[in-house]
């Protein structure tokens, strides 16, 4: 049985992400009975590492919950997992357009900007290059 501190090196974590993870109910330990101290065993160590790759993935912590949820109720988590890790595809693909239209409205402000004289506050404008963009 690890402590604490054994399951976080052993799972090259930190020691307040497997208290999070006890807290949020993804790892479950057993009590020392003498001192209280939360108890770990190498299932934990498993959990620890899923849980790493998993969120390297995309998922968070909710999704793992789900995962860790049909997994122990004896059903296979795989259709599950294509199904949350489809959406993240489709959400990061949404981003990215969103961030290169952001990219591309940035440039060309300041491409436009470049030509265009500092001006002063004059109680109208603030900053006249912004309120110049559409």
Not at 75 to 98: F, G, M, T
């Amino acid at each position: 049985m690890l402590t604490v501190s054994e399951l976080s090196k052993a799972a090259q974590a930190t020691p307040d992400a497997v208290r999070h993870y006890v807290r949020i109910g993804l790892l479950t330990p057993s009590r020392n009975p003498d001192n209280g101290y939360k108890l770990f065993g190498d299932n934990d160590i498993k959990k620890m590492k899923f849980i790493y790759r998993a969120k390297g993935l995309g998922f968070t912590l909710s999704d793992i919950q789900l995962i860790f949820d049909h997994s122990r109720m004896g059903q296979s988590p795989c259709p599950l997992v294509r199904d949350i890790i489809q959406q993240r595809i489709n959400e990061n693909r949404d981003r990215l357009a969103e961030l290169n239209q952001l990219q591309q409205r940035m440039d060309e402000a300041l491409e436009k900007w470049k030509l265009m004289p500092d001006g002063e506050p004059d109680g109208d404008a603030i900053c006249y290059l912004i309120e110049s963009t559409n």
